[in-house]
């Protein structure tokens, strides 16, 4: 009886072993879901909610169905764009806003500037 009592002491402590080596591995499972997949989405997202929020009249803008307009007006959450060349109004939702081309035109302009400000070793060979 005592060898049968050793042998069931050796059986519980490496089930022990891969208890927490499974534990571990759930881990390490979730850390990469979160590093890959639910941070860089949740960055994502204030982004573009800060995008929203910093628009100003005069903007151009394009909505998530396509439509390419000028800010006219914003109140809270509701936005008023002119299209086209007959200046139809439309009155849409922030969230439904995919891009502002303006901003992003000037922050195009503001890296190409700072890349020609960079001098570097080789930076004659660029001219």
Same mark, same amino acid.
Not at 18 to 30: C, E, H, N, V
């Given at each position: 009886?005592?060898?049968?009592?050793?042998?069931?002491?050796?059986?519980?402590?490496?089930?022990?072993?891969?208890?927490?080596?499974?534990?571990?591995?759930?881990?390490?499972?979730?850390?990469?879901?979160?590093?890959?997949?639910?941070?860089?989405?949740?960055?994502?997202?204030?982004?573009?909610?800060?995008?929203?929020?910093t628009?100003?009249?005069?903007?151009t803008?394009?909505t998530?169905?396509?439509?390419?307009?000028?800010?006219?007006?914003?109140?809270?959450?509701?936005?008023?764009?002119?299209?086209?060349?007959?200046?139809?109004?439309?009155?849409?939702?922030?969230?439904?806003?995919?891009?502002?081309?303006?901003?992003?035109?000037?922050? !195009?302009?503001?890296?190409? !500037?700072?890349?020609?400000?960079?001098?570097?070793?080789?930076?004659?060979?660029?001219?």
């Open positions: 009886m005592a060898m049968t009592t050793a042998g069931f002491a050796i059986t519980q402590g490496s089930g022990g072993g891969s208890f927490w080596t499974m534990i571990i591995i759930y881990a390490l499972i979730i850390a990469v879901f979160y590093f890959l997949m639910i941070r860089p989405q949740s960055k994502q997202k204030k982004k573009e909610e800060d995008m929203r929020n628009l100003e009249v005069g903007d803008i394009v998530i169905g396509g439509i390419i307009g000028r800010v006219v007006s914003i109140k809270d959450e509701d936005i008023v764009i002119e299209t086209g060349a007959d200046r139809n109004k439309m009155k849409i939702k922030k969230w439904a806003i995919g891009s502002n081309e303006t901003r992003a035109a000037a922050a !195009k302009a503001a890296e190409k !500037k700072t890349d020609a400000d960079k001098k570097g070793l080789f930076s004659f060979l660029k001219k």
